[in-house]
């Protein structure tokens, strides 16, 4: 049926087409398609199994119960704690870092208690907005001493709510710069050499679909996630040579702080969920495969559908405009819920 329609189309703007070249032309856009619909199910069937059926690389591999050492940037709460926690649990000792000691000294109880000791933890506190380089070299001066494994760069800031680039706080875009892309340049610097020279390594760059997808009103914050993607992707390739796997994590959201969500639903897990779904699907992109966006990974579920969706719709400017009438709605909610505690008090 199909193809006597685009025959019948050809013989009006072609009238002298004859049988047998239809027949040719049939057969090609029949081949076509056919090969278009094959691509399509292959690749959907590769984000599906990556996502719910092959495992990721052992966390063995990189020295996991041999002594190694995690790092954890913004270890305090959230994914950065249950980084720091389960990581421990897989056999790590584990440095956390952040700027709130009380905080630290909370997850480094837990981990004793959840490991009952048998691994260690050291705290080194470090304010990425203060612009103060004397603990940032201290932290070097410590990783030249461990045997260090894996690197959870989470250290994150986000604004407070959404806000055009042209009314947003100076304070707060010098504070996303900082946090987000200079702490993690800064603190992969001082664990990298030490991964080249033991020929293993696993960094994971916490990042966020606002760095896929351009998010109108977080502009800072999503250019910011955008840099650790691509960041993520080029030194992938510059330390693949030496064993080590570098990964962007390419996370919607989930229940922390920073989301400032406090209920879990279909596409907003708990950070235990989360980290561990990316403990468990290491060195696979599963909702990030086929994206044009090499080194990062989308590992898990229901994120890895939502990225794939992204992908196979293309068309991102629908998702701009989305996002941007979706930020207008929560800031005219978050500037009203401000006015009634003003009010309030």
């Known amino acids: 049926m199909f193809e006597d329609c685009i025959g019948e189309k050809i013989r009006l703007v072609l009238p002298s087409v004859t049988n047998a070249q239809l027949a040719w032309v049939n057969a090609v856009l029949l081949v076509c398609g056919s090969l278009t619909v094959a691509r399509w199910t292959l690749r959907t069937l590769s984000v599906l199994v990556?996502?719910?059926?092959?495992?990721?690389?052992?966390?063995k591999r990189f020295g996991a119960g041999k002594g190694s050492w995690a790092v954890v940037t913004g270890a305090s709460d959230g994914i950065g704690r249950e980084f720091a926690v389960q990581l421990a649990k897989a056999g790590f000792n584990v440095v956390l870092v952040a700027r709130n000691y009380a905080a630290l000294s909370a997850t480094a109880d837990e981990i004793a208690a959840q490991t009952k000791s048998r691994v260690s933890t050291k705290i080194h506190l470090i304010d990425f907005a203060a612009g103060d380089e004397k603990p940032?070299?201290?932290?070097?001066?410590?990783?030249?001493?461990?045997?260090?494994?894996?690197?959870?760069?989470?250290?994150?800031?986000?604004?407070?709510m959404p806000v055009y680039f042209a009314e947003t706080p100076k304070q707060e875009m010098e504070d996303i710069i900082d946090i987000n892309i200079n702490g993690t340049l800064r603190i992969t610097s001082a664990v990298l050499p030490g991964m080249i020279s033991r020929k293993r390594g696993l960094i994971l760059n916490v990042g966020s679909f606002a760095g896929a997808v351009p998010s109108p009103m977080l502009a800072t914050y999503s250019g910011s996630k955008a840099f650790l993607a691509t960041f993520s992707s080029a030194l992938a390739e510059e330390v693949r040579a030496h064993n080590i796997v570098v990964q962007n994590l390419n996370t919607y959201f989930v229940?922390?702080?920073?989301?400032?969500?406090?209920?879990?639903?279909?596409?907003?897990?708990?950070?235990?969920?989360?980290?561990?779904?990316?403990?468990?699907?290491?060195?696979?992109?599963?909702?990030?495969?086929?994206?044009?966006?090499?080194?990062?990974?989308?590992p898990y579920w229901s994120h890895a559908l939502l990225d794939y969706l992204i992908t196979v719709v293309g068309c991102k400017s629908f998702f701009i405009r989305h996002t941007h009438k979706a930020h207008i709605d929560v800031r005219r909610r978050a500037l009203k819920k401000a006015e009634r505690e003003a009010k309030g008090r």
């Open 136 to 160: 940032v070299d201290e932290f070097a001066e410590l990783c030249k001493g461990l045997d260090i494994g894996v690197l959870v760069n989470n250290v994150g800031r986000g604004h407070s």
């Open 255 to 298: 229940v922390s702080k920073l989301s400032k969500i406090r209920k879990t639903s279909l596409l907003v897990p708990t950070p235990k969920a989360y980290v561990r779904s990316v403990l468990s699907k290491i060195g696979l992109p599963c909702g990030a495969a086929h994206s044009g966006r090499p080194s990062n990974a989308t």
């Open 50 to 59: 990556q996502t719910f059926v092959l495992p990721g690389k052992s966390l």
